[in-house]
């Protein structure tokens, strides 16, 4: 399974086996840090609008202050329904880019200048599914992003990590490669996304937190999405939602790898299974 998962997640960040020039496209960096006394954070949707709906109405309940989505929120089965939902919060929450985001706009700017059957079946079926007002959307995402929550001080929000929004890091990452990552990064609170698994530790002089998944969760139980609270602490939280329909809608869709990605929602691999697997590769796309 943790195989099966792998492979749609490398869907986004290589085409025909080759992989792509990480540089190739501009991104905006967030340079101001932002003040807020509660933050909600949610990462890794994949186009599960069903999840997404479920999530977003909790978080209504709850009034942060801030939305933080820490990237990968398209790309998945229902990326137009995906994007409907996050429409009106489109100027007040801080959007992250994930390696989605990034790979999204390299497949585009690939059709610019050479035939679109260098792309994988399934990114032309992701570039003919977004429409051009929601790509433009998706480059507007920040690469990270520093805000000064309550009780937690200046927090740093990335994908992967500080240096690679390919870069793997599980409750399990050892200390000497948190260093490495973390660099000269300041902050003493990291707030990372991409290996689906929700975890809070202290390692290297920082608390690492993953909020977790809203739509491919690697959390071995199916029907639930999860996502974080920061301010005054770090409350991880865990949405029950209808997976049943969710798994209807992606049948309905024609997305080339719609059966793969029901499995992961049916049948999705544990936290251990994705330990052992990320802290083997270290990266993955």
């Known amino acids: 399974m943790i195989e099966a998962a792998s492979e749609i997640i490398r869907q986004t960040t290589s085409a025909n086996g080759h992989d792509v020039d990480r540089h190739s496209v501009s991104v905006v960096k967030n340079t101001t840090p932002v003040s807020a006394s509660r933050v909600a954070v949610l990462s890794d949707v994949h186009g599960n609008a ?3 709906e479920a999530v977003l109405r909790e978080v209504a309940a709850e009034e942060p202050e801030l939305l933080v989505f820490g990237g990968d929120l398209t790309w998945g089965p229902l990326p137009e329904a995906t994007r409907e939902l996050v429409a009106p919060l489109e100027h007040s929450a801080l959007f992250v ?3 989605a985001e990034r790979s ?3 497949a585009a700017a ?17 570039l003919a599914r977004h429409s051009a007002d929601t790509l433009e959307f998706l480059a507007r995402f920040v690469e990270g992003a520093v805000i000064a929550i309550s009780g937690l ?3 740093r929000f990335c994908h992967g990590s500080p240096r690679s ?11 000497m490669r948190m260093r490495a990552l973390l660099g000269d990064v300041p902050q003493k609170v990291l707030v990372s996304a991409h290996t689906h698994i929700q975890f809070d530790r ?3 002089g920082v608390r690492s937190v993953n909020p977790g998944s809203i739509g491919m969760p690697y959390e071995g139980r199916s029907g639930a999405a999860y996502w974080a609270l920061l301010g005054p602490d770090v409350e991880l939280r865990r949405t029950e939602y209808d997976v049943d329909e969710a798994v209807r809608r992606y049948r309905a869709s024609d997305d080339p790898r719609a059966e793969q990605m029901v499995e992961i929602l049916v049948s999705p691999p544990t936290p251990d299974d994705v330990v052992a697997d990320a802290e083997a590769r270290e990266f993955a796309g």
């Open 153 to 155: 001080g200046d927090v």
């Open 97 to 99: 880019r994930g390696n």
């Open 202 to 204: 202290r390692i290297a």
């Open 165 to 175: 929004d390919e870069e793997l890091i599980t409750f399990a990452t050892p200390e």
């Open 110 to 126: 690939r059709t610019q200048s050479g035939p679109a059957d260098e792309l994988t079946e399934r990114e032309r079926w992701m």
């Open 50 to 52: 069903v999840a997404l």
């Open 104 to 106: 999204l706009a390299e």
